[in-house]
């Protein structure tokens, strides 16, 4: 007997346990597939719950391999998933297997709005993530790449809903370090039509080699970029969370001037400039300059749909 955890409160567990993996017990892939027949005893879900923390009058989501298996407990969601297959669940517990994080984000991201998606996606494939108080933690390992994403999609693209969210996976990026490179990630890169800037080709925090002797002059042997395109040699940096500090714009100098003699050309985005949307356009300019691209806006809508996208990604800031 076994229960099948997916949908958000897989997603949940993930994002927790990335935090505070010592809050819970060993993970281990894990063969073991919903199966015919299968309904998870009253003591067994109780266990889930207790497991993965969830809350009280909060619904346990779990997956049947048909209609018919699934029972009729108000303090379950239980979604039919079919055949799967790739190692889809992870053990996380004796009879208790969580989907992993890409069939886990994949399954409750169908019902999520695009936006909230993204965010959780790059978040995923990113170095930082939430803990339960939603503060920010930073430096951690990814949980997963966009790469192992796609390949889950191919998998279980016959699940419900899936086709609605192709689009989201195809704009998933690795490496974000921060909630604010997400933001402005998904600003630069959506279509005109969502709001965006149309520009892509990109890696978040790219590592640029530097030429042997490097460390003697600038203290690095490698840097890396927030925003890195490589074979036009273009940098757009978030400038020193240090700014007011002499060392920190000290360090911001050292940098710019290293990546210049590299033929690197580097354009700074401010927390002002990243406030205010007229400002934001000028840096874009400079961006697509640099980029040698011209702007590729054909809405007559385009700069209401931005406005309203940058509403959305930097809530309370001005426009």
Same mark, same amino acid.
């Given at each position: 007997?076994?229960?099948?955890?997916?949908?958000?409160?897989? #997603?949940?567990?993930? $994002?927790?346990?990335?935090?505070? +993996?010592?809050?819970?017990?060993?993970?281990?892939? @894990? $063969?073991?597939?919903? @199966?015919?027949?299968? $309904?998870?005893?009253?003591?067994?879900?109780?266990?889930?719950?207790?497991?993965?923390?969830?809350?009280?009058?909060?619904?346990?989501?779990?997956? %049947?391999?048909?209609?018919?298996?699934?029972?009729?407990?108000?303090?379950?969601?239980?979604?039919?998933?079919?055949?799967?297959?790739?190692?889809?669940?992870?053990?996380?517990?004796?009879?208790?297997?969580?989907?992993?994080?890409?069939?886990?984000?994949?399954?409750? %991201?169908?019902?999520? !709005? +695009?936006? !909230?998606?993204?965010?959780?996606?790059?978040?995923?494939?990113?170095?930082?993530?939430?803990?339960?108080?939603?503060?920010?933690?930073?430096?951690?390992?990814?949980?997963?790449?966009?790469?192992?994403? %796609?390949?889950?999609?191919?998998?279980?693209?016959?699940?419900?809903?899936?086709?609605?969210?192709?689009?989201?996976?195809?704009?998933? #990026?690795?490496?974000?370090?921060?909630?604010?490179?997400?933001?402005?990630?998904?600003?630069?890169?959506?279509?005109?039509?969502?709001?965006?800037?149309?520009?892509?080709?990109?890696?978040?925090?790219?590592?640029?080699?530097?030429?042997?002797?490097?460390?003697?002059?600038?203290?690095?042997?490698?840097?890396?970029?927030?925003?890195?395109?490589?074979?036009?040699?273009?940098?757009?940096?978030?400038?020193?969370?240090?700014?007011?500090?002499?060392?920190?714009?000290?360090?911001?100098?050292?940098?710019?001037?290293?990546?210049?003699?590299?033929?690197?050309?580097?354009?700074?985005?401010?927390?002002?400039?990243?406030?205010?949307?007229?400002?934001?356009?000028?840096?874009?300019?400079?961006?697509? @300059?640099?980029?040698?691209? $011209?702007?590729?806006?054909?809405?007559?809508? %385009?700069?209401?749909?931005?406005?309203?996208?940058? @509403?959305?990604?930097?809530?309370? #800031?001005?426009?």
């Amino acid at each position: 007997m076994a229960v099948f955890v997916g949908h958000e409160t897989a #997603l949940e567990f993930w $994002r927790a346990y990335r935090v505070d +993996p010592d809050g819970f017990d060993s993970v281990t892939p @894990s $063969r073991v597939v919903p @199966s015919e027949g299968d $309904r998870p005893s009253s003591k067994l879900i109780a266990y889930a719950r207790s497991a993965l923390h969830v809350p009280d009058g909060k619904p346990l989501h779990t997956c %049947a391999f048909r209609r018919e298996d699934r029972g009729n407990r108000a303090d379950l969601r239980e979604h039919v998933c079919g055949k799967l297959v790739r190692t889809p669940f992870c053990k996380v517990g004796r009879g208790l297997h969580v989907a992993n994080p890409e069939l886990a984000f994949l399954q409750a %991201a169908v019902s999520m !709005q +695009p936006l !909230q998606a993204l965010r959780i996606g790059f978040e995923l494939c990113g170095t930082y993530g939430f803990n339960d108080q939603e503060e920010c933690v930073f430096s951690l390992a990814p949980l997963t790449s966009v790469g192992e994403i %796609a390949k889950r999609y191919s998998s279980c693209s016959h699940l419900y809903g899936m086709k609605s969210i192709e689009g989201i996976v195809g704009k998933l #990026l690795d490496g974000s370090a921060s909630p604010y490179e997400t933001d402005l990630a998904i600003l630069l890169s959506l279509p005109s039509f969502y709001g965006g800037y149309n520009i892509h080709g990109f890696e978040l925090n790219g590592e640029i080699d530097l030429p042997p002797g490097s460390f003697a002059r600038w203290g690095k042997r490698t840097y890396r970029c927030d925003y890195l395109w490589r074979n036009e040699k273009v940098a757009l940096e978030f400038e020193s969370k240090s700014f007011h500090s002499p060392l920190g714009r000290t360090r911001d100098v050292i940098r710019e001037n290293a990546l210049n003699e590299l033929g690197y050309t580097v354009i700074s985005v401010t927390s002002d400039q990243l406030r205010y949307l007229a400002s934001l356009d000028n840096v874009v300019a400079s961006l697509r @300059s640099a980029l040698k691209t $011209r702007g590729q806006i054909t809405r007559k809508d %385009a700069y209401e749909r931005r406005l309203l996208l940058h @509403s959305e990604l930097f809530p309370g #800031l001005k426009r």
